[in-house]
């Protein structure tokens, strides 16, 4: 990422998965690196540990992103110790999967508040300050699920589709103040995650994969690290697909 030096990145639930191979491609490319956790401390502190010989520099900051007024002191403190936010990763999610005639309020409700209102407390808390430096980029991690909608994620589907719909919107808001405002959508990617659906489910994933292999964390990472980059300058509003021709 040859403009990536002194960015000042934060990443929601960058401990571990898809978020740390994120944390991973930006620390290497020199960039200040906050990496949001919510309940995984150890994970998070082994993991700036682990990147203490990166090009760039990591620091970790406990916030539930569901909640506005943590999104918003996270915010606050990127900006108070680095001065600015250049690029917001939301990345941050949960999967609370079952059949909708079996599905909680709770599991309904707690999908919803991680994956979608997540995704509007930080965008709320970073524009506030990207808008006044006319400058910035976010990237939202949604889902093939969000576009393609899959049995057993009805709570999840609607978040990620809600999270590419806001992606639009907000590009749009945002254009005339220099901020980009883009999304991902991975397939099966390799991760705690996935670890947890259940190997009949992962067999009928695969064979359906056209390049017959599920994605792996570093792969989603670096197109978020291409679409914060100055190579990606022209694109906003946009869904980018990783998930080997699934979709
Ligand atoms: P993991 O379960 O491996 O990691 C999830 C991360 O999110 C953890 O760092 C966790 O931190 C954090 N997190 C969860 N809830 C909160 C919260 N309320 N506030 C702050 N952080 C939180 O997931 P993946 O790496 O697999 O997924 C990352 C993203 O990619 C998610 O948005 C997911 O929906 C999406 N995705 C994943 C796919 C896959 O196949 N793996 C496919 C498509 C999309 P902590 O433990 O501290 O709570």
Known sequence: MQDSAQKIVVVTGGTRGIGKAIVEVFADAGCTVIVNYNKSRGEAEALALNLSSASGSVFIEQADVSEASQARIMMDNAVSRFGRIDVLVNNAGIARDGFLMLMSDEDWQDVIATNLTGVFNCSRAATVHMISRRSGAIINVSSLSGIAGLPGQTNYAAAKGGVISFTKALSKELAPFGIRVN??????????MTGA???????????????????????????????????????????????????
């Open 197 to 247: 659906v259940s190997e009949k489910a992962m067999e009928g994933y695969l064979s359906a994969i056209p390049m017959k292999r599920f994605g792996k964390p570093h792969e989603v990472a670096t197109v978020v690290r291409f679409l914060a980059s100055e190579d990606a300058s022209y694109i906003t509003g946009e869904t980018i697909c990783v998930t080997g021709g699934l979709y």
């Open 183 to 192: 999304a991902v959508a991975p397939g099966v990617i390799e991760t705690g």
